[in-house]
T-cell receptor
Framework: ETGVTQSPTHLIKTRGQQVTLRCSSQSGHNTVSWYQQALGQGPQFIFQ???????GRGNFPPRFSGLQFPNYSSELNVNALELDDSALYLCASSSGGMAEAFFGQGTRLTVV | DQQVKQNSPSLSVQEGRISILNCDYT??????FLWYKKYPAEGPTFLISISSIKDKNEDGRFTVFLNKSAKHLSLHIVPSQPGDSAVYFCAARGGAGNNRKLIWGLGTSLAVNP
């Protein structure tokens, strides 16, 4: 059974740039959720994809967008990066109606 | 508006003793509650969960208790071990069908001292 993997593990970007983060979901899982975890905070829900369609979104602006591919892997894209976007970005995969979700190790994004 | 609250940012216990981590929630429509453990530089790891129709779930050293009338749940770790030192997150599931999401608390940092 393959776990959830995220790439890259660390990233430094300049304010105003764009970034793409990637996530491979666990084998057999068709749902991927993305979270932003700022320092000292719990994970904040960004959005969720189920079978290639977004089916839930948190309080994040439209410059946060995503994709899910037929193999259920996913991308998170952030445009016009701001300093406050610096955080750990977590991807979680689950199956269907989502009970337990399994997380990747996260991508640490630093915006300077 | 924090729908899931972990009011203790940190907790320190002695090895072998009981650790009790608490979580309160405001939304009575949450139907499932989960505890995750997180080590530094790693993603959260699922620990234990409980459905809203139950009041207790046990898995080895870990037991979760749910008090729906008080909108309160707790995680008990007995006996506590130094390897349990981590940040523990409480999460609640909201929404319906495939449009469900987890709402997270801010976490409690547990330190188990040898």
């Amino acid at each position: 059974e393959t776990g959830v993997t995220q790439s890259p593990t660390h990233l430094i970007k300049t304010r105003g740039q764009q970034v793409t983060l990637r996530c491979s979901s666990q084998s057999g899982h068709n749902t991927v959720s993305w979270y932003q975890q700022a320092l000292g905070q719990g994970p904040q829900f960004i959005f969720q994809y189920y079978r290639e369609e977004e089916n839930g979104r948190g309080n994040f602006p439209p410059r946060f967008s995503g994709l899910q591919f037929p193999n259920y892997s996913s991308e998170l894209n952030v445009n016009a990066l701001e300093l406050d976007d610096s955080a750990l970005y977590l991807c979680a995969s689950s199956s269907g109606g989502m009970a337990e979700a399994f997380f990747g190790q996260g991508t640490r994004l630093t915006v300077v | 508006d924090q729908q899931v609250k972990q009011n203790s940012p940190s907790l320190s216990v002695q090895e072998g003793r009981i650790s009790i981590l608490n979580c309160d929630y405001t939304n009575s429509m949450f139907d499932y509650f989960l505890w995750y453990k997180k080590y530094p530089a790693e993603g959260p790891t699922f620990l234990i969960s409980i459905s809203s129709i139950k009041d207790k779930n046990e898995d080895g050293r870990f037991t979760v208790f749910l008090n729906k009338s008080a909108k309160h749940l707790s995680l008990h770790i007995v006996p506590s071990q130094p390897g349990d030192s981590a940040v523990y997150f409480c999460a609640a599931r909201g929404g319906a069908g495939n449009n469900r999401k987890l709402i997270w608390g801010l976490g409690t940092s547990l330190a188990v001292n040898p």
